[in-house]
């Protein structure tokens, strides 16, 4: 059965702090790996990445997916609180239209 | 600006109850989708449409009607509500070619 696990489950840091955020998966015929931001609302998408080894950058937020291992990292560096959410991981595999969610990472960053 | 909107962003309903969760997309998307978001079981797809009138199950049809008589627009509907559909709905849209899903700002129903 395919799944995809996130870790930690929730993290408390403080603001300034570096995290990295871990999405383990086992797929049939992985496609692609996504990661979104949910605050209060609907999640928001950070980055899509398909080919092992190029890190995704933007701004402060970075990833990078490993094919071999079968995971990929979210790191934050400078962590502010604005970036208290929880952070979401999902696998497109097989016949590409449905993706598999992780249970997400819930981030708490502290002043 | 690409929008995904649901109709509704509070509901409360009783048991027993008939319940439509509209959700319309402007971005000319082919793929759309219901999903239930619960603490503890993450996000669950409900059913899906890859174009009008075309239906999928996903992972939890049971108690969950669509309807996709328009491209942009994606229904789902709740034939006889019951307690355990207390829930945060979230609609989704994505092109043809797979790429990122949009989101709506979802609809939480309370089913008292």
């Known amino acids: 059965e395919d799944k995809v696990v996130q870790s930690p489950l929730s993290l408390v840091v403080h603001e300034g702090d570096t995290v990295t955020l871990n999405c383990s998966y086992e797929?049939?015929?992985?496609?692609?790996l996504l990661w979104y931001k949910q605050e209060k609302k609907a999640p928001t998408f950070l980055f899509m990445l398909?080919?092992s080894g190029i890190e995704k950058k933007s701004g402060r937020l970075s990833s990078i997916l490993d094919k071999k291992e079968l995971f990929s990292i979210l790191n934050i560096t400078a962590t502010q609180t604005g970036d208290s959410a929880i952070y979401l991981c999902a696998v497109r595999a097989g016949n590409n239209r449905k993706l598999i969610w992780g249970l997400g990472t819930s981030l708490a960053v502290n002043p | 600006d690409v929008k995904v909107t649901q109709s509704s962003r509070y509901l409360v309903k009783r048991t027993g109850e008939k319940v439509f969760l509209e959700c319309v997309q402007d971005m000319d998307h082919e793929n759309m989708f219901w999903y239930r978001q619960d603490p503890g079981l993450g996000l669950r797809l409900i059913y899906f449409s890859y174009d009008v009138k075309m239906k999928e199950k996903g992972d939890i049809p049971e108690g969950y009607s669509v309807s996709r008589e328009k491209k942009e627009r994606f229904s789902l509907i709740l034939e006889s509500a019951s307690t355990n559909q207390t829930s945060m709905y979230l609609c989704a849209s994505s092109p043809r070619v797979p790429g990122e899903l949009f989101f709506g700002e979802g609809s939480r129903l309370t089913v008292l």
């Open positions: 398909t080919s």
């Open positions: 797929v049939t015929n992985f496609r692609s």
